[in-house]
């Protein structure tokens, strides 16, 4: 005859010591998002103070997902253009990184183009 077996009650799960965790709060961004073509120009060609020190806006690096936010389309999207070659890009260590100059060209053109 089989044996047979016989299944155990789990414990009830035990609550987490110290403090509940929060969820983090999303990322601020480094520069304001615009809301017009003319807010964009300006923020493009005002110079950036770090600190100290003034960063001309030509060579200004924004992440993926603040070009992505910045031209009000989804990572993906802006990944493909990438891609492409339509927006260059550059790759420091394991990060993309979009320069504002090259954002603006390709801004211009997309708006030539319509």
Known sequence: MPATRTRQAKAPAK???G???QAKAPAKPLIPIPETPRELEALLSAPVRLGNAVV????QLLT???A????RVGRAFLYTVLQRGE????KIGAARRISLAALQAYITSCAGAA
């Open 64 to 66: 993926v997902d603040e």
């Open 15 to 17: 609550p987490a010591k």
């Open 56 to 59: 001309d806006p030509a060579v």
């Open 68 to 71: 992505a936010r910045l031209l």
């Open 19 to 21: 403090k509940p965790r």
């Open 87 to 90: 927006l260059p890009s550059y």
